[in-house]
């Protein structure tokens, strides 16, 4: 049945609006989402009220995993356009929707497949590792993908006697040259741009102002891997630190609520503090930088999920012969260990 409230959807520069959240924007997501035998599934970093409507909120590894297994017919993936590719590459047979096609990530789009190519011309017999937040098409060109979890674990399995190319996350790839001890790591200069918000300086300020608070680090995003690389450098107090994924994350803030809630300091994109709020009522949470948050997942909007189930736009497509070869180096991380449940 065509839908009324979707014909108010307005795209402009601000991306989809005309439509807000609402009991009858809900109520018009959820008939849409059954006519269309679609499962919603929405990224930590996402708006609250798209995390509010969506089946399944998590990381994006954990989220390609159920729209793997799911029944559904239609995936809708309220988050960036790499995340979709991802279950799109995990899940061929199924139609992969995102609300809005233009959400992409900065630290995707800081290598092309082209420039991997040159690079790995350049150091012939090289493995490539990348961080999962890479487009299809790199993935197709890597060896094997880690995630900020099980990046160290990843690059110690690989044979010593070929160096590697690690891109795209320039902290991330310092953190594992340093943890490893290999002097033979290349490095992509890669970042997100939301990380550059967390800069040193301030994450070493705010911890110094709150010594009492605890520190969440989330290790998934682009964002959270200066502040990963900063407590291994000891710029902060690693006692005070922890490294969760964010399912280890809601489970800590969980147990924190009932022990001991302390104040906690949140170093990833702010829209992880809408769960941990809801977990763990009596804990003050506060971001590390509050402008630490990720424009391109906001560009998930109610008026565009509506405009996505309603015209079964935008579709997420990757070559078959992309999606296998990216696939093999996904499944070479998950063969080395659990990727965690980060990002
Ligand atoms: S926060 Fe950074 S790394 Fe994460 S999706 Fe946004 S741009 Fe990409």
Redesign the pocket.
Known sequence: MPSALAERVVDGPEGYTGVAAGPEWAAEIRRLARERDAVILAHN?QLPEIQDIADHTGDSLGLSRIAAETDAATIVFCG?HFMAETAKILSPDKTVLIPDARAG????DSITAGQLREWKAEHPGATVVSYV?TTAEVKAETDVCCTSSNAVEVVAAQPADRPILFCPDQFLGAHVRRETGREDILVWAGE????AGISGAELARRAEAHPEADLYIHPE???ANSAIYLAGEGTIDPGRVHMLSTGAMLEAARRAQREDPAPVLVAT?TGMLHQLRQVAPDIDFAPVNDRAS?S??KTITPAALLRCLAGGVDEVTVAPEVAERARASVRAMIAIGEPGGGE
Do not use: Q, R
């Open positions: 970093y960036v990530c900065s630290l995707a937040n997100c741009h939301v990380h995003c682009g964002c994109e990720c391109y997942m």
